[in-house]
């Protein structure tokens, strides 16, 4: 419930904090007096746009704060917590409206958008008057209070999940068609692909193999024509073996005869054993297995095509392993498609027989609670003055939608002959807010909207009609916290409290004051609204505050 509404600097409103109770409250006043002012700044707590119109001249802002107890509103602290708002069990709105129409709106010391704040306020306040008929002028409020009144809530849940499921699957359907499509235009370009690609039989680390086996055979061939020269050196007639032994020979005879040559046969018989062995050694050397022209042309043929590939797609040998088993899979999933798009329309063909049974018990619960409905709204709109009125229900089918396949829709006839009239366009203001306040009595113990506030509902009442809907009013406070613009009397004094709305000029400038009436306040109110200052009319103002306390 809205507890305290601060406003300053605001149009008429200077400074001026305005407490709130429980129940029916009564606003009163001279016309012009500026309860418009306290209906605009309760409009902008609620996400209406400002104007820089409404800043006090003089001042450079105006600034209206809001203060709500969330005790029993779980709902709106659930809304609170998904905005990222901290909130306990107190509510703070503030707007701030500057001179140049811009402004800004906190919720408990956040910054949020309007449309959010917007969203906040149609949690807390409902307002109806005159000018703004908005709630029964919007078709979509009408299936959601029907639904309201039937107790719907549980068998929406299940229809709104069976919906999402529905959707969920034409939508898996859809792309699932799409795929199919893309791959179907693009299948030949897969398949030249994948068998290119499966053609060429790749494998890890082949492409390293035989690079490494190409080294290994280009080293044979040049230890061969090494080691066949070397060994043509060494073991040919007259070769290095055949020489050496030769000058051993020459220089040992030589020694014999000159004996200075000795030292040098002794140094050439120290290095010719070593050298000998290793000369013999060459001679049975052969290379290792080198590979043939022919296997060394293939294996080259089969790097250049290995490496073609790779530049062809731009990528490496994993790679284009990788690139042959997507082909492969998205050729298979061509294949799979026709099987998996006939599974899914067996999936929803049982997903709409059931979304449309639930669609039809929805709307059978709706026909049903409809007939109570309408008799009672218009029993009620009998006592607020509209004797001859006829309201209905009408439901027709549609198409399934989220909210079942019912178009639902208010309709009046505010007088015998006339027909049917639709509540968006052709009922008047005051017809439409009677209307409100009989759908509300009836709804009583179910709206959760906690605040509703009702501009001038009697407009045009008077006598025994206003008495009736002042009860009415009353009634309504026991349920929720009400607020009610009025000149009406037998309205004002069945309310529970009353604040009093009066402007005055102090100086040259002009002040509009709200006040929370006591006992005797609302009894010099009452005598102002009945028309005389007498002593009867003053004991009548009494007696009626007495009567409906």
């Known amino acids: 419930m809205l507890k305290q509404l601060s406003i300053n600097g605001f149009t008429l409103i200077a400074k001026q904090e305005v407490p709130f109770h429980e129940g029916f409250t009564a606003i009163t006043g001279e016309t012009g007096a500026g309860k418009s002012v306290l209906m605009k700044a ?42 990222e708002i901290d909130s306990d069990d107190e509510l703070i709105i503030r707007r701030e409206i500057l001179e140049n129409g811009k402004g800004r709106a906190r919720v408990n010391g956040s910054v ?42 549980d068998l929406l849940k299940s229809y709104s999940s069976l919906w999402n499921e529905w959707n969920s699957i034409k939508n898996d359907i859809h792309e699932t068609e799409t795929r199919a499509k893309d791959l179907a235009a693009q299948k ?33 061939e040049i230890e061969q024509n090494y080691l066949m020269e070397i060994q043509g050196l060494i073991g040919n007639d007259n070769g290095l073996l055949d020489q050496t032994q030769s000058l051993l020979s020459k220089l040992k005879s030589l020694s014999q005869k000159i004996p200075r040559y000795e030292e040098e046969l002794n140094a050439l018989l120290e290095v010719s054993d070593p050298f000998q062995s290793i000369c013999k050694d060459l001679m049975h050397r052969t290379p290792e297995k080198s590979l043939s022209e022919a296997e060394l042309d293939k294996a080259n043929g089969r790097i250049a095509e290995i490496q073609k590939l790779k ?41 709409t027989e059931k979304l449309d049974k639930a669609a039809c018990e929805l709307s059978e619960k709706r026909k049903v609670a409809a007939s109570t409905f309408d008799k009672a709204v218009e029993n009620n709109l009998q006592t607020l003055g509209m004797p001859k009125a006829v309201f209905t229900t009408r439901i027709d089918e549609q198409p399934l939608a989220p909210n079942g396949k019912d178009h639902i829709e208010f309709q009046l006839a505010p007088n015998p002959g006339e027909g049917q009239k639709s509540l968006q366009k052709a009922v008047s203001g005051g017809e439409l807010s009677r209307v409100l306040l009989s759908i509300k009595s009836v709804m009583a113990e179910l709206d959760a ?50 604040l009093s709305v009066s402007k005055a000029e102090t100086d040259g400038r002009t002040f509009t004051t709200i006040r929370d009436l006591d006992f005797e306040g609302r009894i010099d109110e009452l005598v102002r609204m009945l028309g005389e200052n007498s002593e009867i009319t003053r004991e009548h103002a009494r007696q009626l505050l007495e009567n409906n306390r």
């Open 112 to 153: 949020v958008s309007l449309s959010d704040l917007e969203r906040i306020g149609d949690m807390l306040i409902q307002m109806h008057g005159q000018s703004e008929q908005l709630l029964l002028r919007d078709i979509k409020t009408h299936t959601q209070m029907l639904d309201d009144y039937a107790g719907n809530n």
């Open 188 to 220: 030949d370009f897969l398949k030249f692909q994948f068998d290119e690609l499966s053609k060429a039989s790749l494998k890890p680390g082949e492409e390293e193999e035989l690079e490494e086996k190409v080294r290994r055979g280009s080293k044979g």
């Open 449 to 498: 909207v906690p605040l509703l506030i009702f501009d001038e509902v009697d407009s045009g009442i008077s006598g025994e009609i206003g008495n009736r809907i002042g009860e009415a009013l009353r009634n309504l406070g026991k349920h929720h916290q009400v607020l009610t613009i009025t000149h009406l009397h037998q309205v004002a004094s069945r309310a529970n409290h009353q």
């Open 42 to 83: 309760l409009r902008l707590i609620c996400g209406d746009r400002g104007q820089s119109s409404m800043v006090r001249a003089g001042d450079e802002k105006a600034v209206i704060e809001g203060i709500f107890d969330l005790k029993k509103l779980p709902k709106v602290k659930e809304l609170l917590a998904a905005l």
């Open 311 to 351: 530049r062809k797609y731009h990528t490496d040998v994993p790679g284009l392993l990788e690139l042959a088993e997507r082909r492969k899979e998205e050729l298979g999933c061509i294949e799979n498609l026709d099987s998996d798009l006939e599974e899914l329309n067996k999936k929803l063909k049982i997903c």
